[in-house]
């Protein structure tokens, strides 16, 4: 079972910090298939300590989402400390600190992958965080810079030493982006030094391959990124269905969610873009998607689906 500084879940599969998709529908259709713990997309501190709309809307949940990690990312030990402290008003059960995102946006002001350059400046943050957190933190990161410059197993040390609960490690470096491999390895390595678990991250589309990566690696958890999306199915041990009707009802019921939750009107795009993934391998998928994105209003595409 996986514990997280004495938090027991139920399940050690996790829905990884998906920016623009884990949202509190999502999250709590991967909850009800069957994750263990979800995390949202991540947060600026500078969003949250400004106060700025767009950002407490990514902070909304529901007693339902817990338990959730809410992400944070930055490169100011201060305002990380001051956001992590309006954070703690919205009772996540974890606060997790963004150390491993390659997008330029985030690395050009010294935060997400940036941080794995500067391990001093990394630890000063997670001990900011952590003096004002009023639950565990954790830290996300990735393999390391490059081919040449590893940092997850010196990332592990410092985290288990400045008061990180647990570390994930996506096994891709900094320069490699989304592209080629995840690198078990890497992740194996670390758990073998680590005093604090150790989440897997890379690659994994089945609930299969996750038990396989943790009996492998003796990892604790593994997150799953783009294999959830279109694919709530990773978290359940039965696996997605093979029948296009058995796919139906998840579609079904994420729009029940997204209509519960999100300003339809809006939002339709987004609706359109999680709602298309779920039809990719089926005879006459491509013409269903068509459809889907053809849809004018969240109405008409929610009769296209129950018409299926
Ligand atoms: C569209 C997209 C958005 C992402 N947003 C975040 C994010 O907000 N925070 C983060 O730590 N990682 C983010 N990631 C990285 C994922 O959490 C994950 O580490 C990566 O996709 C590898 O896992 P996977 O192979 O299961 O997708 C993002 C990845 C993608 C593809």
């Known amino acids: 079972m996986l ?22 529908p999502f999250r709590l259709l991967c909850r009800e298939y069957g994750a263990g713990l979800t995390v949202s997309e991540m947060i600026s501190c500078h969003g949250l300590v400004y106060a700025q709309k767009k950002t407490h809307k990514m902070l909304a949940s529901t007693l339902a989402d817990k338990p959730v990690s809410f992400q944070l990312f930055g490169a100011d030990p201060e305002i990380m400390a001051e956001a992590t402290s309006l954070l703690n008003e919205f009772e996540p059960t974890l606060i997790d600190i963004n150390m ?92 073998e030094i680590a005093r604090i678990p150790v989440i897997g991250n890379g690659d994994i589309v089945t609930y299969d391959m996750g038990i396989a990566r943790m009996e492998e690696t003796g990892c604790d958890g593994v997150m799953v990124g783009r294999g959830a999306l279109g694919n709530p199915w990773v978290f359940d041990k039965a696996g997605r269905p093979e029948t296009f009707n058995d796919i139906i009802p998840a579609v079904k019921r994420h729009l029940i969610l997204m209509e519960k939750h999100l300003d339809t009107k809006r939002q339709l795009a987004y609706i359109r873009n999680h709602t298309g993934r779920y039809f990719t391998e089926f005879a006459g998928s491509s013409h269903i998607r068509q459809n889907i994105h053809a849809a004018e209003s969240f109405l008409e595409l929610r009769k296209y689906i129950d018409a299926l």
């Open 100 to 191: 491993g995102c390659p997008v330029r946006k985030v690395t050009k002001r010294g935060a997400g992958s940036a941080l794995m350059k500067d391990i001093h400046l990394a630890e000063k943050i997670l001990r900011a965080v952590c003096s004002k957190a009023k639950v565990p933190v954790t830290v996300k990161t990735r393999a390391g810079i490059d081919s040449n410059t590893t940092t997850a197993l010196e990332f592990t040390r410092m985290c288990q030493d400045s008061g990180a609960s647990a570390i994930t490690i996506h096994g891709r470096t900094w320069a490699q982006g989304f592209s080629g491999t995840a690198d078990w390895d890497i992740i194996q390595k670390a758990k």
């Open 3 to 24: 514990k997280i500084a004495g938090i027991s879940f139920t399940s050690p599969f996790i829905l990884a910090p998906l920016a623009g998709y884990t949202d509190l």
